[in-house]
């Protein structure tokens, strides 16, 4: 089982009803949209995405940061195409077709094949040096094993089905997902030499958290807040929360998540069904079931 949160559930043909996952908005909205058809023309290099997925982002995000030519398909990962299953007969998104029968997936694969194999475009998303190389595959590691599970079990707790306290699970689960953010916030360079993790350059440990960090908003509609402290107000927490902000004011401001970011009204029915706990992808099925990301 692979790491990603768009492995599709196999729908037989005897099925009649589509999953409602699958009514998606067709294609990217906004700022998104002009990247898109920035990105339409034939290239060898192609991107089998779903504007939608947070995985796929990630993708999106190397490319847009290093301004790699590529070509860019829409996919409604729900409704498998032939071009997507010759290129990846798992269909999953992201897939990189790096040439004619020769594809990738698994976005953090796609991304450090795409730092390494482009070498000469900047920025150069992962640190020269071993050591360092090394440990920022810990902390991308640690935002797919630990952040986005924590994500998804405060999205997707229901508190009115829960056997005990609802709201004070919920409490629990909130503050569980902030933990992980402070554990993450203190693993930063000092703001001093820059808002990334590793300082002045953004970097893959960056883009590996981006996506889940611009969806925060989720949790304001449907979970009621995150309910990080304001800014002064953390307690002996404060410094890293100050640092976590630090680091969110640069991501909100990033050229290439503005241009890979579509308009919330159309996440907002996608998220909808993940705070209901009806959501049907791989990844909403693992966290009922009390699973990482598969």
């Given at each position: 089982m692979t790491r990603e949160s768009v492995i599709i559930v196999q729908i037989s ?282």
């Amino acid at each position: 089982m692979t790491r990603e949160s768009v492995i599709i559930v196999q729908i037989s043909k005897s099925s009649i009803m589509p999953l409602p996952d699958a009514e998606l908005h067709p294609v990217a909205t906004g700022l998104a949209k002009q990247t898109v058809d920035n990105h339409s023309d034939e290239s060898q290099l192609k991107l089998y995405a779903g504007w939608f997925c947070p995985f796929v982002q990630r993708v999106w995000l190397t490319l847009e940061e290093k301004g790699i030519p590529h070509q860019y398909i829409e996919i409604n990962p729900y409704h498998k195409g032939p071009e997507l299953m010759r290129s990846n007969p798992r269909g999953l998104v992201p897939t990189l077709e790096v040439a004619p029968g020769k594809s990738l997936y698994e976005s953090t694969v796609i991304c450090e094949y795409l730092d390494e194999h482009y070498e000469d475009h900047s920025p150069k998303l992962h640190p020269s040096d071993d050591y360092e190389r090394a440990r920022s595959r810990i902390w991308m590691d640690y935002v797919t094993s630990r952040v986005i599970p924590a994500f998804h079990r405060l999205l997707q707790f229901q508190p009115s089905s829960y056997e005990g306290d609802g709201a004070a699970r919920l409490d629990e689960l909130r503050a569980e997902f902030r933990k992980c953010l402070l554990e993450f916030a203190a693993e930063m360079a000092d703001a001093r030499q820059g808002p990334w993790f590793a300082g002045k350059e953004i970097g893959l440990v960056d883009i590996t958290l981006l996506p889940w960090a611009v969806r925060f908003w989720v949790f304001d509609e449907f979970k009621g807040g995150l309910r990080i402290p304001e800014n002064g107000a953390g307690g002996e927490d404060e410094e890293r929360w100050e640092r976590w902000r630090v680091w969110l004011a640069a991501v909100e401001e990033r050229d290439s998540v503005k241009k890979t970011t579509s308009d919330r009204e159309h996440y907002r029915p996608i998220y909808k069904r993940y705070a209901d706990d009806v959501a049907q992808s791989e990844l909403a099925k693992a966290t009922r079931e009390g699973r990482g990301v598969p």
